[in-house]
C-alpha cells in the first residue's frame, strides 16, 4: 500500500473538471484515485500524477451500477488506503424540452447525477467515519440555482446535489467530515464543447458569457481551485456552503 497523508477519490475524473481536480489534489500532495466510465482516460490522468511524482490509481466504474462502486473503492483501498477526500463530479446531461423528455432519460440523469452521488458518499463515508476527519465536495450547477431552458431533468437533479449538501453537512458536521458543494458556470469542458457545438444553448455561448462580470468562460482549473480548497484543513469550519465558480453571473 502506498502510504499518504490522505487519499481522495475523484468521480469523473477521466476528463474536463474532474481531470482537472485531480491533477490539482495530487500537487496538493493527496494520493488520487481517479474513478470514470472511461477506463483509457482515467488511466492516462493517472499516469499523468503518477510521472509528476504523485500517487494515484486509476478504476473503471459507472456511477449508477453500486457494485461496480464497490469493486472500485476496494481497489482504491488496497493500494492507496482509507479514502477521506471525496469529490463527486460525475454527471450526465441533455438537452430537450420538458415535454419531450423521455422517462428512460429522465432515469438516467437521476441515476447518474443524483443517486450516483448517494451511492458513491455512502460507500465511501465509513472510512472518515473512522478517521474523524473527512471532506465530500459535491459538484451542482449554475442551472439548478437560476434554471435553464431545456434541461429540466438536469437541472432537477443538480438542485438535489445542493439539497443533499446541506442536509448531510448538518447531519456529518459533529464526526469531523465537511461538506459543500461547487456550483460551475460556464466552463470549457468536453461536455460544455458539445453543447457549444451543437448550438444547443437559445442564444449564442459567446452571447451568454459577455454578461458576466468576468467575460469569459471558465477554465476547469477554476472549478478545481475551489474543490481543493474545501477539501483541505484550511476548511475545517466551512461547511454546508455552495460556492459559485461562474464568473461572478450571480443566482
Same mark, same amino acid.
Given at each position: 500500500m502506498?502510504? %499518504?497523508?490522505k487519499t ?5 475524473? @477521466?476528463?474536463? /473538471?474532474?481531470?482537472?481536480? =485531480? ?9 488520487v @484515485? ?5 477506463? !483509457? ?17 486509476a ?13 472500485? +473503492?476496494a481497489?482504491?483501498?488496497?493500494? +492507496? ?6 469529490v463527486?463530479?460525475?454527471? $450526465?446531461e ?15 440523469l437521476t441515476?447518474?447525477?443524483l443517486k450516483? &452521488? ?9 472510512d /472518515? $467515519?473512522t ?5 465530500? !465536495? ?7 440555482q437560476?434554471?435553464?431552458?431545456? /434541461?429540466?431533468?438536469?437541472?432537477? &437533479?443538480? @438542485?438535489? !446535489? ?6 448531510l453537512?448538518?447531519e456529518? @458536521?459533529?464526526?469531523?467530515?465537511? $461538506?459543500n %458543494? !461547487? %456550483?460551475p458556470?460556464f466552463?470549457?469542458?468536453? /461536455? ?6 451543437g448550438?444547443l ?14 467575460p ?22 466551512? &461547511?454546508g456552503q455552495?460556492?459559485? $465558480?461562474?464568473?461572478? =453571473?450571480?443566482?
Open positions: 502506498i502510504q %499518504s497523508a481522495a477519490l475523484v468521480t469523473g475524473g @477521466g476528463a474536463g /473538471m474532474g481531470r482537472a481536480i =485531480c491533477l490539482h489534489l495530487a500537487r496538493n500532495g493527496r494520493a @484515485g481517479v474513478l470514470d466510465r472511461d477506463g !483509457v482516460a482515467a488511466e492516462g490522468v493517472a499516469q499523468e500524477i503518477i510521472d509528476a511524482g504523485g500517487a494515484a490509481l478504476v473503471t466504474a459507472d456511477i449508477a451500477r453500486r457494485p461496480q462502486i464497490e469493486v472500485a +473503492l481497489n482504491i483501498r488496497a493500494v +492507496l488506503g482509507p479514502i477521506t477526500i471525496l463527486n463530479n460525475a454527471g $450526465v441533455d438537452f430537450c424540452a420538458f415535454e419531450d423528455i423521455a422517462e428512460d432519460v429522465w432515469d438516467r441515476d447518474v447525477n450516483g &452521488t448517494y451511492h458513491v458518499t455512502q460507500l465511501v463515508l465509513p /472518515m $467515519v478517521a474523524g476527519w473527512g471532506r465530500i !465536495v459535491n459538484l451542482s450547477a449554475l442551472g439548478a437560476v434554471g435553464a431552458p431545456n /434541461m429540466v431533468h438536469y437541472t432537477a &437533479t443538480k @438542485g438535489g !446535489v445542493i439539497a443533499m449538501t446541506r442536509s453537512a448538518i456529518l @458536521g459533529a464526526k469531523g467530515i465537511t $461538506v %458543494s !461547487v %456550483s458556470g466552463i470549457e469542458t468536453p /461536455m460544455a464543447r458539445r453543447a457549444m457545438d448550438n444553448f437559445p442564444i449564442p455561448w459567446e452571447q451568454i458569457v459577455a454578461t458576466y462580470p468576468i469569459r468562460i471558465g477554465q476547469p482549473e477554476d472549478v478545481a481551485a475551489a474543490c481543493a480548497f474545501f477539501a483541505s484543513d484550511a476548511a475545517g469550519y466551512v &461547511t455552495l460556492l459559485g $465558480v461562474n464568473g461572478g =453571473c450571480a443566482p
